[in-house]
């Protein structure tokens, strides 16, 4: 009974070196790296099947979903979006599938990759996401005074942005 106890606990820090925590910690607790609007959410009730913890916010022109179960989900918007890709990781297998609905842009796939990186420990940083390619989705002209690249704005506020840009121009 002694030597069960033993192995057994030998081989607790085992399993959990095999399983690294997300990029965003093991509670969600930490931003994703470039994010902004970023909410750690959890459920009351969680079940065996899904722990209950996970985190949103936007990522490159995105909203994304992080989520304890070790899936991400990416779309332009979080009520009826008109694309969205499911990323659903296997930890075991390190490795991610993805899937989509709808027409996804270019540069949405290679965001919900990082995701997936994400969750399955891998070190990522801000620089990893296009900031440019964001801007450029946004249809701001690169001088239109919008000097934090992660930030990312409301259509209307792009808009107000890029006419001040030409007013001043003019």
Known sequence: MRLQALLIALALPLAAEAQQAPCVGSGFDRPLPGATAVERRFADVPSARYPGIWQEGRIAGHVYQLSGDLSAVL????????????????????????????????????????????????????????????????????????TDAERVLSPIAGIATAAGAEGARQ
């Open 75 to 146: 779309s332009p918007t979080r009520e009826a979006p008109e694309w969205r890709i499911t990323v659903i990781c296997e930890a075991s297998e390190d490795r991610c599938e993805q899937t989509s609905a709808g027409p996804v842009p270019e540069g949405a796939g290679a965001v919900a990759d990082l995701l997936g990186r994400c969750l399955l420990g891998d070190e990522i940083a801000a620089a990893d996401f296009d900031a440019d390619g964001a801007r450029a989705r946004l249809g701001l002209p690169p001088d239109a005074g919008h």
